[in-house]
């Protein structure tokens, strides 16, 4: 008997072309630009019309993917996926696309989310006869797709998105198709856009520019988009409803370069960052950021205080994020080999040091640590986020609730363990205004249940985050 299904989607990235003769080669290209979204795994589904094929492997894309292993991809299609799974089973088998054959033809699959009514979905099609070969939560919807080929294939897809509910984009392809949906809230991000005659898709907008394609809009709430060689039709299988757009992609998860709903990230980190210096100010010489992801708002914190900004530290970027070192011990050791205090810009001054956001609490009081070993006088710690003190149930790995320092600690015991001479976050309110500016559309208010446990859907009396199910 297979095990529990495990959301093993976490904080992904998709990227699909349709009609075009280097398809798997701009998908390459798209994953590599959004490598940041997941370093574990990648794979890339192709179709010529009537065959497709199927490569994938455990690591970075270019390390997936040679020229020759590329060059076998033939196709004018193709979808692909690079994987974030913090924990869990990281066997092949779940290494996305999934692809499924049957007498009515292939389906591949690429997702992004966590489906929070997987294991019901699981329990019941496994009561109807179903044999799932994965403990992924994508086969599941592979799955209630397939149980009705009498309906045309749109018409099976979107009869089982209503049953799934959670976070989700998906990409999914058939030997003639793509299929591209966002769930209800839109939690997820999902870009269409266009290259030439081709259509693509992709869950951030810098992948377009690293291909030279130009963005069309975001997929939205609800909807299905079916591509193929006639266009793209839009069909809607929700109700529409206020997009719920995670939070956390705008804090911390997307590229700078990337634009959400429109809306470019590094401005609406800077954004914080001024927010930040509005509410808690600090007297002090230098604001450094930590690179990368804080660099934005450590530029926004300086320009609003009217402070020096300053490179106090640097990364060496070929050491991998530290949250996916496994041990606590590890991932100490990982944020010593990832940055250096600069001893010549904190020498003997008072050091504001922003970053995006605290989870466990490691890379804050390490650098904390960092700064002081090299000379700073105190050391200011600001967080362009609010407190993460609630498990995430849609696709990002912010920890367990048991790991989460906010959730089991006051802000001045935070300051405490970190060894900062004072610690401050940035308000939901602020985050909020510095998202949307104060845009009063459908659009207006992201998902900030990590903040304010205030979860956009409905979660299952025996919902359970991802990570918490290894
Ligand atoms: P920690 O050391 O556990 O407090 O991790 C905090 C750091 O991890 C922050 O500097 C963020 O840049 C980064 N971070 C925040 N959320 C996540 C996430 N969901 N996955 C990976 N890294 C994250
Ligand atoms: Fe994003 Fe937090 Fe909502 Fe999860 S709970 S989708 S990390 S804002």
Redesign the pocket.
Known sequence: MLGEIKGLNE?CGIFGVWGHSEAAQLTYYGLHALQHRGQEGAGIVTTDGEHMKLAKGHGLINEVFSQERLDGMTGHSSIGHVRYA?SGDGSYENIQPLMFRSQTGGLALAHNGNLVNAQALKNQLEGQGSILQTTSDTEVVAHLIKRAPHLPIDEAIMDALTMVKGAYAFLMMTEDQMFVANDPRGLRPLSLGYLGDSWVVSSETCAFDVIGATYERDIRPGELLVIDNDGVKSKRYSAPIQRTLCS?EY???SRPDSNLDGKNVHASRKRMGKSLAKEAPVEADVVTG?PD??ISAAIGYAEQAGLPYELGLIKNRYVG???IQPSQEL?EQG?KMKLSAVRGIVEGKRVVMV??????????R?IVQLLKEAGAKEVHVRIASPP?QNP?YYG????TSGEL?AANNSVKEIEEQIGADSLAYLTPEGLNDAIYQGEDDLNHGGCMACFTGNYPTEIYPNTIPPYEKA
């Open positions: 904080e913090t956390m804090v911390y998860f930590v992801s804080s994020r530290t949250f991932r944020v970053d995006d956001s605290i989870v466990r609490g490691t890379t804050s390490r993460i995430c990002i790995d912010t920890s320092i």
